[in-house]
Structures are given as C-alpha cells and as structure tokens.
C-alpha cells in the first residue's frame, strides 16, 4: 500500500506523463491528455479503481502526436490515421515541416495533389511580424498598392503596426491580377464574400468555444480549421464549376 491508503499500481500516472513530457511540450496539461485519450488518440489501461495506468509506448505515442501538432501543423484526424496505421504493422510517416506562410508559393498546390487546402493549412504557424518596408519588398508592391489593399480591406496590420504572412500573399495575389487589369477596388467582393464565411463559422463554432474547459476549446479550434478548409474548398470547386460554364469546357 501506498502512504495514501491506494495500492500500488504498475505503469506511469497521469502526472507523471507529464512530468515525462513538460521538459519538451512546456504547453502540455493534464486536460491536453485527457482531451487526447477521449480522442482515441491513446488508450491507457485503467486499474480496477479507474487509474490510469500509461506504459512507455503511450509515451511515445502522446509524443508523436504532440510533435507532429506543434511541428506539423497535422489535424488530429490525420495524426490518428498515421497512428492506426502503425497499430497494423506500418510505419507512420511524418510530413515535411510546413514552411513559413512567406515561404509559400502564391500559385502552389498543397500536399493533397489538387491544389486544395487541408485543416492544417489554417493552423497557427511560426509568428512573423513584418514591417511595412518588410511587406513592400517580399510582395513586390509599392506604398500605393498598399495603401489601396488597406483602403478596400484587403490587408490589415496588426494593432502594433505589423503585418503577417498572409498579407504578404494577398498583396502578391493582387499583384498578379492588376496584370490582367483587376484592381484593388474590384475586389471589394471577394472581401465581403471571406467576411460571410468567416460570419458562418463563427455562429458554429463558438458556442463550443465558450466553454471554459480546455478540452472544449481544443475541440473548437479543431473544428474550424476542418470547416474552414471545407469552405474554400466548396468555394474553389464552385469557381471551377462556373467557368467550366463560361468556357464551355
């Protein structure tokens, strides 16, 4: 017996996975564990009492799935197909590391083969701050582009003045299209148009994220990367279905 009256149990606690993982997941909690078992993503056995009881594979299971989040960017529902795949005798394979948002190219294709974004792909990536000198060179612009992308809310800085990645590639995008004689103000629409959309998952979303429970939260975040990549999918094909249309293609 133990010093508080409980039997002895073989394996590792909770708490002591934690302990195990904190040294190279500092943002790991308990609740991010339990969150994950009730995800399938780990399944520890349990005494008769109800404790968990961790063995070392989970470990490195919880640990797998920690490092391709954090470095990855992979929704859990990928991490949990490399994982049953692994269950069966496979081996998992870990993506490349997704590169920054300015690093990407503005016409490249994704993993998935049709050019279609992934959950992964509205993940919270490294954070980069650029100055507006900063913006200008990457995006190949000048101060008027810019100030006409503000102006039709097109980009926005941060509260500190900064600008991030993704307006790096809007500002690129735009770039492109004045080639064909599209200017920022004809754009106002596809403003308006990501503004409904966002105003949509929102209405979803939130009341899952409203609980104060960290699981609830994770779950929420979770939820709107996978509809959020959902939505410009749909978006994207019905574009392609219009101008099969207009072609006659």
Known sequence: MTAAGRPQRNGLSIGAVLTQLRPEFPDVTISKIRFLESEGLVQPARTASGYRQFTAADVERLRFVLLAQ????????????????????????????????????????????????????????????LTE???????????????????????????AGFYDPDAVLVAKTVRAMTDFGIEPRHLRAFRASADREVGLLEQIVTPVSRHRDTEARERADEMVRELAALSVTLHTLLVKAGIRAVTGR
């Open 70 to 129: 954090r470095d990855h960017y992979l929704p859990l529902k990928v991490i949990k197909d490399q994982l049953d795949a692994a269950d069966r005798g496979l081996e998992p394979s870990m993506p490349t590391p997704k590169l920054p948002r300015k690093l990407v190219s503005v016409n490249g294709a994704d993993g998935n083969g049709a050019g279609l974004p992934t959950a992964a792909d509205f993940a919270d990536g490294a954070e980069i701050r």
């Open 133 to 159: 000198d900063e913006l200008l060179a990457e995006a190949g612009i000048d101060k008027a582009m810019l100030s006409e992308l503000e102006q039709y809310g097109l980009i926005k800085p941060g509260a």
